[in-house]
Nanobody, 123 residues
Framework: QGDLVESGGGLVQPGGSLTLSCVDS????????MGWFRQAPGQAREFVAS???????NLADSVKDRFTISRDNDKNTVYLQMNALKPEDTAVYYC?????????????????WGQGTQVTVSS
């Protein structure tokens, strides 16, 4: 399996922006779906965004007007641009990838996960 490494998390004020990156450091596989999930303390993990190996994208309703997912297949990297951040966006953000499904919003269909990066939105 690949080795996904996230970066770009941190502390930001409400209304601010952050860009998360996730790279397959081993560059072993050509991934199909790559996506982002998040988990806030005491809450279940939830879907944020997904990008197929082509041009298909999906974003959760709660973020679709503020977040953008993009992907560089040559670099085996997926990005999450987060704008107009709100305190309720505070969570650990996880990158995920799968070789079978080309687009899925379901966390159980992703086979490989990163270690997570903390995003905290607070004044």
């Amino acid at each position: 399996q690949g080795d996904l490494v996230e970066s770009g998390g941190g502390l930001v004020q409400p209304g601010g922006s952050l860009t998360l990156s996730c790279v397959d450091s081993g560059r072993t596989f050509r991934w199909n779906a790559m996506g982002w999930f998040r988990q806030a303390p005491g809450q279940a993990r939830e879907f944020v965004a997904s990008h197929s190996s082509g041009h298909t994208k999906n974003l959760a309703d709660s973020v679709k007007d503020r977040f953008t997912i993009s992907r560089d297949n040559d670099k085996n990297t997926v990005y999450l641009q987060m704008n107009a951040l709100k305190p309720e966006d505070t969570a650990v953000y996880y990158c995920a990838a799968d070789q079978v499904h080309d687009m899925t919003l379901n966390d159980y269909q992703y086979t490989t996960w990163g270690q997570g990066t903390q995003v905290t939105v607070s004044s």
